[in-house]
């Protein structure tokens, strides 16, 4: 799967744009406040109903428009619009249809993202990791996010159950719902595990291949459930071991949703150096990157898609050896968009079968021919965002 | 807006579910509008069945009377519970024609995020029922999380001998695999049945 072209309207910067891209590689070239980084954001945010820059649609409106509108046309000729407008919310159609559902715009298929807020994913705490491997989880399996709310569910109902016992309530109460943690939380754990570990292996390749002075790095899944395995009856015994300091907090504190994932460097010694606490800003950027990389194959592999990859920002802060990599991990991987302020991050050959995006007077240059045939072939979909 | 007679109406019929206000106004208008002798039967049936329909006093399904009318029936089988957890439940059951014991309604679901404990449910007059020699109890909760849980506290709640059973989940019968969801399809690989073959067919040229 990969984006042919992308069409905004009202969104961040753009009262109205509309770019092709190439199945390969794309360099999006801009100063400062060009539009780069809203670029990449809108097509994310069109196939995914989120922004990874901002949890309110609102702040995608741009100032004084009357909605945000972003449409994107795919390879094998399919059609995806998501439209915000305060007055009506969030609009989603897939091939000129109205959809509801996340799942509807998953099944068009992945789609990978790298921001500045990105590095959070190394950087920050474990919830945002979980996060992103359930999101990617979910568009690979499709029976991960059912795994995810089931456990969510179950979690809330024995921490309501824990409260009512610590308040007097019969404990007897809790054994159903000791059992429906277990139950969903091994199903969650289990898939996770698969995730992960198909993650792995990719990701240290690719994180070697990002690393100018070698290395071995490292992606593991950490749960307090990893003694335990598969066993029911271990779960059980270990909710049993801990059910009075439970029943004190009203917290269920045992389940993959304390899991966090582990991304090190394996040292000479054997030891693993988190990458989260020792890590350089260098070696954490690329650590993203190559957990994106894994995702991608992976995805490959588990789904047949390996989707377009978005790379906001990412050459100015990698040194030139990290980048020469990059780009040659790249040019072999299916479509990638990559913004810069500057095209010498690249060298002229690395640039030879790249499809060029000048951002400079705020349109598309070579690009624009293209898609401005498309615009007046009346192409225009109905249910547009503005009136 | 309305005269006070009519907001009242109005308010009434929004507490009814799936009647949001402007459904309960369009309703008291087309009441407004109908002749008394055609409208009033309806008022009329709303007093009779809350006067005349109360529980069964043995397994809390709605019953005209004491007993429901599966309980008031000798014919159906004494030693067999299907337990449900709403009135509504027993219908489809009923339905099928497969079922000739007696019911058991718990009036909802174990949720503690609801407030629904044990003791909310009609958890007591079970085990009372199932001491006074019954033979099985199917439990026929929904499944979901909540129905699930309450199927287990049930099975854990009853005396050994009795035997405790669930309904499967599975494939709807004459469905397309290929419009199962993923979660009622991993169900029914889990609970996967083996297929029993006859001795003259698996003989032939397969002998182990």
Redesign the interface.
């Known amino acids: 799967m990969y984006i042919a072209e992308i069409r905004l309207s009202g969104f961040r910067s753009y009262a109205s744009a509309h770019f092709a891209l190439s199945p390969g590689l794309n360099v999006v070239v801009g100063a400062n406040a060009t539009g780069k980084t809203n670029l990449v954001e809108a097509a994310y945010w069109s196939l995914r109903a989120t922004s990874p820059r901002t949890s309110r649609d609102d702040k995608l409106m741009r100032w004084g428009a009357d909605a945000a509108r972003v449409e994107v046309m795919l390879g094998d000729g399919r059609t995806a619009a998501l439209a915000y407008s305060p007055r009506l919310g969030r609009r989603a159609t897939v091939d000129g249809v109205a959809v509801n559902s996340l799942e509807r715009l998953r099944r068009l298929g992945p789609v990978f993202l790298f921001v500045p807020e990105s590095l959070l994913l190394v950087k920050g705490g474990p919830a945002r990791r979980r996060a992103h491997l359930d999101a990617f989880g979910a568009d690979v399996d499709p029976a991960y996010q059912a795994s995810v709310a089931a456990l969510q569910t179950a979690v809330r109902q024995r921490n309501a159950q824990l409260a009512r016992v610590r308040a007097g309530g019969p404990e007897r109460a809790l054994d159903p719902w000791d059992a429906q943690l277990v139950s969903s939380g091994l199903e969650l754990e289990r898939r996770r595990r698969a995730l992960v570990e198909a993650l792995a292996e990719r990701f240290a390749g690719f994180a070697a291949a990002l690393s100018p002075a070698g290395g071995a790095f490292g992606l593991s899944l950490r749960s307090a459930l990893a003694d335990i395995g598969d066993d029911p009856d271990g779960y059980h015994e270990a909710l049993w071991a801990r059910r009075p300091r439970e029943i004190e907090s009203a917290v269920s504190a045992l389940g993959p949703h304390r899991d966090d994932l582990e991304i090190f460097e394996s040292l000479p010694t054997g030891e693993r150096r988190d990458l989260r606490l020792f890590g350089s800003q260098g070696e954490q950027r690329a650590a993203v990157l190559a957990l994106l990389l894994a995702e991608r194959e992976v995805a490959e592999q588990w789904t047949g898609q390996r989707g377009p990859l978005f790379l906001d920002d990412v050459m100015s802060e990698l040194d030139d050896a990290r980048r020469r990599l990059l780009v040659r991990l790249l040019a072999a991987s299916g479509q990638a968009v990559v913004t810069t302020t500057t095209s010498m991050y690249f060298r002229p050959e690395e640039l030879a079968g790249a499809r060029i995006i000048d951002l400079q007077d705020g349109l598309p240059a070579p690009a624009a021919e293209g898609s401005r045939r498309v615009a007046t072939e009346g192409r225009e979909s109905s249910g547009g965002g503005s009136p | 807006m309305y005269s006070p007679a009519v907001e009242r109406l109005i308010t009434e019929l929004s507490k009814l579910p799936g009647i949001g206000q402007r459904t309960a106004q369009r309703l008291t208008f087309h009441i407004l509008r109908q002749r008394a002798e055609d409208i009033l039967p309806l008022a009329e049936a709303i007093v009779e069945v809350k006067e005349r329909i109360g529980f069964c006093t043995r397994c809390f399904n709605l019953a005209e009377g004491k007993l429901c009318t599966v309980c008031a029936d000798p014919r159906r089988e004494q030693d067999v519970i299907c337990v449900v957890e709403q009135p509504a439940d027993i219908i489809p059951i009923e339905r099928t024609h497969e079922f000739r014991g007696l019911y058991h309604v718990l009036g909802g679901a ?4 609801d407030g629904v ?3 909310d449910l009609h958890l007591t007059e079970l085990l009372t029922r199932v001491r006074q020699g019954v033979r099985e109890v199917i439990v026929a909760t929904n499944p979901t ?2 129905g ?3 199927a ?2 049930i099975a ?1 709640l009853l005396p050994a001998e009795v035997r405790v059973s669930r309904l499967a989940s599975g494939l709807p019968v004459g469905g397309d695999l290929e419009y199962a969801d ?2 009622t399809l ?1 169900r029914a690989l889990t609970g996967r049945l083996t297929l029993h073959r006859s001795d003259a067919f698996c003989g032939e040229g397969e002998t182990p």
Do not use: C, F, K, Q
């Open positions: 174990l949720s503690p995020i404990e044990p003791g999380m909540t699930e849980a309450t287990l506290y854990d993923e979660l991993g």
